[in-house]
Antibody, heavy 119, light 108 residues
Framework: QVQLVQSGAEVKKPGASVKVSCEAS????????IHWVRQAPGRGLEWMGV????????TYAQNFQARVTLTRDTSTSTVYMDLSSLRSEDTAVYYC????????????WGQGTLVTVSS | DIQMTQSPSTLSASVGDRVTITCRAS??????LAWYQQIPGKAPKLLIY???SLESGVPSRFSGSGSGTEFTLTISSLQPDDFATYYC??????????FGQGTTVEIK
């Protein structure tokens, strides 16, 4: 079965960077795009970006363009989300999600990774 | 960028009620729309895709309709497990996504 397993919670200081991993299993890794979505405490879902796991091409949301980098390692079926210049407003749960076979929708989701930014 | 606007933000209802949530897009998105359910502390769950197609395993009391700029999610008879927050999501040709701000369905 399809599974996305994310790395564990992180605590970072303002100005630092964080790298969250998302290991995929149960399907052909390069066959589907993977997106990243975050959710601040008590807030809604916010799309961050997407990576084409086959070619490595990326598209980012305008709000994150300057600070986020998505990469993938096809040998380990893992996608990485790197967010730099962290501020307190980046405290959130970060999710990876795999597209559906039917279109660009989040059919499968990781368990989420809490990133806390605090001095 | 396309903006998605959901209404209402909060909805109070009872078990057995028929519930409708609306999502409006700032421009024509055809049927490139999905609906998700999120329970606190859990990842979102895909309910509906392509505006009206039911995801496998989702109860038939959930249905979606609409095209262009106006869409609805309907729960025909609200069950205890349905008290949650619901989000619409659109995508474009470049696989960029935008979510609505969410609608929380509360117990009346």
């Amino acid at each position: 079965q399809v599974q996305l397993v994310q790395s564990g919670a992180e605590v970072k200081k303002p100005g630092a960077s964080v790298k969250v991993s998302c290991e995929a299993s149960g399907y052909s890794f390069t066959g589907y795009f993977i997106h990243w979505v975050r959710q601040a405490p008590g807030r809604g879902l916010e799309w961050m970006g997407v990576i084409n796991t086959s070619g490595g091409y990326t598209t980012y949301a305008q709000n994150f363009q300057a600070r986020v980098t998505l990469t993938r390692d096809t040998s380990t079926s893992t996608v990485y989300m790197d967010l730099s210049s962290l501020r307190s407003e980046d405290t959130a749960v970060y999710y990876c999600t795999r597209e559906s076979s039917s279109g660009s929708y989040g059919a499968y989701w990781g368990q989420g990774t809490l990133v806390t930014v605090s001095s | 960028d396309i903006q998605m606007t959901q209404s209402p933000s909060t909805l109070s209802a009872s078990v057995g009620d028929r519930v409708t949530i609306t999502c409006r897009a700032s421009q024509n998105i055809g049927d490139w729309l999905a609906w998700y359910q999120q329970i606190p502390g859990k990842a979102p769950k895909l309910l509906i895709y392509k505006a009206s197609s039911l995801e496998s395993g989702v109860p038939s009391r959930f249905s979606g309709s609409g095209s262009g700029t106006e869409f609805t999610l309907t729960i025909s008879s609200l069950q205890p497990d349905d008290f949650a927050t619901y989000y619409c999501q659109q995508y474009d040709y470049y696989s960029r996504w935008a979510f609505g701000q969410g609608t929380t369905v509360e117990i009346k």
